[in-house]
């Protein structure tokens, strides 16, 4: 079955810090890959996709991302972390697999930036 | 990319009654998709709206208790009946605004019961 781990419930960077937040995931054929932020009270807003090509992928706000297929991972990454990074992060996977249209969540990190 | 909007933004309800869920966006799609996302967790999908058809619904969901219309491309409604306290969460909307864009999700809709 489709699924994605994220195995950090909560991480507390200190601002300026670089951060990483790890993403594993499950899927039987080639993954669409999505990071988002939540911030509280929010929707979701989308930081950045992998569908092919490039496996390090750029997105908004300076969050990057590198597709490992050999490790199943989606890692998301930024070099100096800004307090309003804090949110809530997820992780999610579709594809032709899901039916392309739905989408498989993690179950979050929470992002705590401390001064 | 697809501009979402979705009411109410939050409302309190009582137990045993029905709440409306609007999603609006500013380009006709195809497909737009409902999730909850129950305190504390991530997101579950719902149901797959579809206009013209039946709603889609994943397990552990049926049509009894989330019906949903979809009666043009811009727009549906998602409608939680008989409201139980554990029906509280946010529920949000989400389209596909492309390939190349993704998922769009609206701001959703924080539902507590009481």
């Known amino acids: 079955a489709q699924s994605v781990t994220q195995p950090d419930i909560h991480i507390t960077v200190s601002e300026g810090a670089s951060l990483e937040l790890r993403c594993n995931y499950s899927?039987?054929?080639?993954?669409?890959l999505f990071w988002y932020v939540q911030s509280p009270g929010q929707g979701l807003q989308l930081l950045l996709k992998?569908?092919?090509?490039?496996?390090l992928v750029q997105g908004i706000k300076g969050f990057e991302a590198e597709f490992k297929r050999s490790q199943s991972s989606f890692n998301l990454r930024k070099p100096s972390v800004h307090w309003s990074d804090a949110a809530e992060y997820f992780c999610a996977v579709g594809g032709e697999y899901t039916g392309f249209q739905k989408l498989v969540f993690g179950t979050g990190t929470r992002l705590l930036v401390s001064p | 990319s697809a501009v979402i909007s979705q009411k109410p933004s939050r409302d309190i309800c009582q137990r045993g009654t029905s709440l409306t869920i609007q999603c609006q966006v500013d380009s006709q799609v195809t497909m737009m998709f409902w999730y909850r996302q129950q305190p504390g967790q991530s997101l579950t999908l719902i149901a797959t709206?579809?206009?013209?058809?039946?709603?889609?619904?994943e397990s552990g969901f049926v049509i009894d208790k989330f019906p949903i219309s979809r009666p043009n491309l811009t727009f549906s409604t998602l409608t939680v009946s008989n409201m139980s306290p554990e029906d509280s969460s946010i529920y949000l909307c989400?389209?596909?605004?492309?390939?190349?864009?993704?998922?769009?999700f609206g701001s959703g809709t924080r539902l507590t019961v009481v």
């Open positions: 992998y569908f092919s090509g490039d496996t």
């Open positions: 709206a579809n206009q013209g058809s039946e709603a889609t619904y």
């Open positions: 899927y039987g054929a080639t993954p669409y």
């Open positions: 989400s389209v596909e605004a492309g390939t190349a864009y993704g998922y769009t």
